[in-house]
């Protein structure tokens, strides 16, 4: 993973503590790159003032603190950013590959059969689908250091719950729009749940809480309802 | 010398700080103290860094007591503040003897105080800062007869001469009611709302009972999005102004998940934030559009502030022989021979 040229970006004022950089090339993954790439940089230059970065696909929330530099700084800051990533040879950690057991529909997947409904195929196909994809964990998202994906090939976007629930219990794996998540902790949502890995994803007595970062795969695995209880209290992790 | 604290009647309180800078990196939000101008202040009256442990409360009454003498300050929403039950001034550092009760009462004007103690309290970490964060369920809610170690002890302090105040530190203290003036800026998406977007000065909201740490509900007239389609997810500040639904306005405040797939549409300011962590619901707010140059000089001004009073209360408190340094008294005798 390799990128010796960011993509051109955009910046956006958001506020007094932050600024939006958006990636705008043609290719979604060069995009990708640039904000993850832009980032690390920053989190790594050691400017006094940044917070840090928040990179998702095709952007990155700059956050800062506005008595020690001003919007107009990070600006400078994100653009010296961009030029210097060109200059470094662009080596990155190798990603590693997680193997997440699910069991999908009835109780641990209560949206399974409506999502099938609406694409018109089987919730066999359903199941199929999710677990033949090797995903790529894009950024955390919230809550609690969700891994988003680019979700399955299903026919058609997957519209989001009219009404979101409550609570989404840890280890829901979900769907929606043209994107794929595993809940790490329980945490309202409007995202249509398939299905729950046994697993324990977050864990806050560990650094980092979760254990993938943005740049790893991610594998589902279907399993029988009744092999639940086998895996409660493992942890997931990386394979060997 | 440490000591302990005692809860007697928890309220709605929990120990927190500035908010964990860290965090969003990692998918959590910053979180920390709502009003952070008070919480700030309360630390700095109490001596301590601005990013200290403090106690957190909100709405709900409040009392405590120590085990040792200690030094406390609280500021944020006005209240009845007793130690002992003699009546105490909010905004000025106040001396506790061991035994006495701490009371907080009657936070009907503004919605959030903040108690600091000088030196702290003991509290869990996770990536750096102690503030709660209910999604990943860690925090120091305060419960009825939970223990906070405190890290030093301070004897009273007494003006030794005639019986004025002890402390005239005459620091500005944010103003609170039931009309609140809010400053935000353009949103990075405000384009995406056309015309509509000048809604948001022109109407009054009303603050929602809905309304917690992640975020503020409010009713009122709504600006619409104009344009569809899906949104990416993307980190969305703190502050950000959002229209997720066809009833009310979403700000999002220091509890946000970090990313959403909404526009947004304003970011209201660092200042607007703090005047928005003392919004009951009920209250009414204006919204009023400024730029990011000037939130950022207002916000300066107010820190700045701050500053002063910092440099007051490290004199007073040098003269006492009260600080967060040990003084020659503490040293070992070996080095000060």
């Known amino acids: ?240 | 010398m440490s000591g302990h604290i005692f809860i007697q009647q928890p309220g709605n309180a929990v120990v927190t700080d500035l908010g964990r800078f860290r965090g969003p990196r990692f998918g959590l939000p910053v979180n920390g103290a709502l009003d952070q101008y008070s919480a700030r202040a309360a630390n700095i009256l109490a001596g301590n860094l601005d990013n200290d442990p403090l106690v957190e409360i909100t709405a709900l009454d409040f009392r405590m007591k120590a085990n040792s003498d200690i030094l406390i300050a609280v500021t944020g929403a006005p209240l009845t503040l007793t130690v002992g039950g003699r009546p105490c001034t909010q905004w000025e550092p106040v001396s506790v003897r061991a035994g006495e009760t701490v009371a907080i009462r009657g936070i009907n004007r503004g919605l959030r105080a903040y108690l600091a103690i000088h030196g702290s309290v003991e509290a869990p970490m996770l990536l750096g800062s102690c503030a709660p964060d209910t999604v990943v369920g860690f925090g120091l809610q305060l419960k009825e007869g939970t223990t906070l170690l405190t890290r030093r002890s301070v004897g009273p302090v007494r003006q030794p001469y005639f019986d004025l105040p002890l402390f005239r530190l005459g620091l500005e203290r944010p103003s609170m009611g039931q009309q609140l003036m809010v400053d935000v800026t353009d949103g990075p998406d405000v384009a995406e709302f056309g015309g509509s977007a000048e809604l948001l000065f022109t109407s009054e909201y009303a603050v929602s009972g809905r309304s917690n740490h992640i975020g503020l509900r409010l009713g009122g007239e709504l600006p619409e999005r104009t344009s569809s389609g899906e949104v990416l997810s993307r980190g969305v500040p703190v502050g950000a102004v959002e229209v997720p639904s066809r009833e009310e306005l979403l700000v999002l405040h220091r509890g946000r998940g970090v990313t959403a797939g909404y526009p947004v549409l304003a970011v209201v300011t660092s200042n607007g934030l703090d005047v928005l962590a003392q919004a009951r619901p009920g209250d009414k707010v204006h919204f009023r559009k400024t730029t990011v140059a000037e939130a950022t000089s207002a916000h300066r001004r107010s820190r700045a502030q701050l500053e002063t009073l910092r440099e007051s209360v490290n004199t007073v408190f040098g003269l006492l022989g009260i600080g967060c340094r040990p003084q020659w008294q503490d040293l070992p005798v070996a080095a000060c021979s």
Not at chain 1, 44 to 69: K, N, R
Not at chain 1, 103 to 124: C, H, K, R
Not at chain 1, 174 to 193: K, L
Request: charged fraction near 20%; proline fraction near 9%; hydrophobic fraction near 40%.
């Open chain 1, 1 to 240: 993973m390799s990128v010796l040229t960011a993509a051109p970006t955009e910046i956006y004022e958001s506020g007094d503590s932050a600024l939006r950089v958006v990636a705008l090339a043609e290719a979604s993954e060069d995009n990708w790159l640039t904000v993850h790439r832009l980032a690390d940089w920053l989190e790594s230059c050691g400017a006094e003032g940044l917070h840090g970065a928040v990179p998702t696909y095709d952007s990155v929330l700059v956050e800062f603190d506005p008595v020690l530099v001003s919007a107009r700084q990070v600006r400078a800051f994100v653009k010296l950013g961009l030029l210097e990533m060109g200059r470094s040879d662009g080596s990155a950690a190798a990603p590693r590959a997680f193997d997440v057991p699910v069991v999908y529909g009835g109780e641990f997947g209560p949206d399974l059969e409506n999502v099938a409904a609406y694409q018109g195929i089987s919730t066999e196909e359903v199941i199929r689908l999710h677990t033949e994809k090797t995903y790529t964990v894009r950024c955390l998202g919230a809550p609690a250091g969700s891994p988003m994906m680019d979700g399955p090939a299903f026919p058609k976007p997957v519209p989001r719950l009219k009404d979101p629930r409550l609570s989404v219990p840890a280890g829901a794996v979900a769907v929606a729009g043209r994107q794929a998540v595993i809940a790490p902790a329980s945490a309202p949502g409007g995202w249509c749940v398939i299905g729950q890995t046994p697993l324990t994803v977050l864990n806050i007595r560990r650094e980092p809480l979760v254990p993938y970062k943005p740049g790893d795969i991610l594998r589902f695995r279907s399993i029988e309802a009744g092999e639940f209880d086998s895996y409660v209290g493992q942890e997931l992790e990386p394979r060997p």
